[in-house]
C-alpha cells in the first residue's frame, strides 16, 4: 500500500534513507560522507514537516519499506514554457525488499501524485555509477535530460 508518510514513521524512514546514503557514499566516496544517526532523523524531522515536500511511502504491515520524496516544481519564467514538474528529491527501497515489485508500485505512485497536481513531467538527479538505479529509472520510462560534466582537479 501507498501512503503519505507522516511524524509515527520517522524512525524507520531514518534507517532507509541512512541506508541510501550509505550506498551514496560507497559509490561517490570522494563527493559523500556518513553523518552520525542522529543528522537523518532530524533532516527526515525537517522534510516530514516541510508543506513543500510530500513524503509517499511504500507500506508492508505497518512499516515503511520504501520512500519517494517529491516537491512540485512550478516552472514559470519569461524564458521557459509554464508548467509543473514533479520532482523526486529522494527515493529508495530497503534493500531486503528489492525486486519484488515495491520500487515500481512506488514510482507509480509518484507519477500519480504528479498527474493529480497538473504535472507535466517527473524529473530526478541519479549520480551516473549508481548503474542499478539508473537502470531502474530507464525502466520506468525516464530519459536523460540534462547531463552534468566533471573532471577532477
Request: glycine share 8%.
Amino acid at each position: 500500500m501507498i501512503r503519505i508518510a507522516d511524524i509515527n514513521d520517522r524512525g524507520e524512514l531514518t534507517e532507509l534513507f541512512a541506508e541510501l546514503h550509505r550506498r551514496h557514499v560507497e559509490i561517490k566516496p570522494e563527493a559523500f560522507i556518513m553523518p552520525e544517526r542522529e543528522w537523518f532523523s532530524r533532516r527526515i524531522g525537517e522534510i516530514l514537516n516541510d508543506e513543500r515536500q510530500t513524503v509517499l511511502v511504500h507500506d508492508s504491515g505497518g512499516k515503511p519499506d520504501g520512500y519517494a520524496v517529491v516537491k512540485i516544481i512550478d516552472v514559470n519564467t519569461e524564458e521557459k514554457k509554464p508548467r509543473k514538474v514533479c520532482y523526486i528529491d529522494c527515493f529508495a527501497v530497503a534493500e531486503s525488499c528489492r525486486r519484488h515489485g515495491i520500487g515500481t508500485e512506488l514510482f507509480g505512485a509518484v507519477k500519480a501524485f504528479g498527474r493529480e497536481n497538473g504535472c507535466t513531467d517527473v524529473q530526478l538527479g541519479v549520480t551516473a555509477r549508481n548503474t542499478d538505479a539508473v537502470a531502474f529509472y530507464e525502466k520506468m520510462g525516464l530519459v536523460p535530460r540534462t547531463i552534468i560534466m566533471e573532471e577532477k582537479l
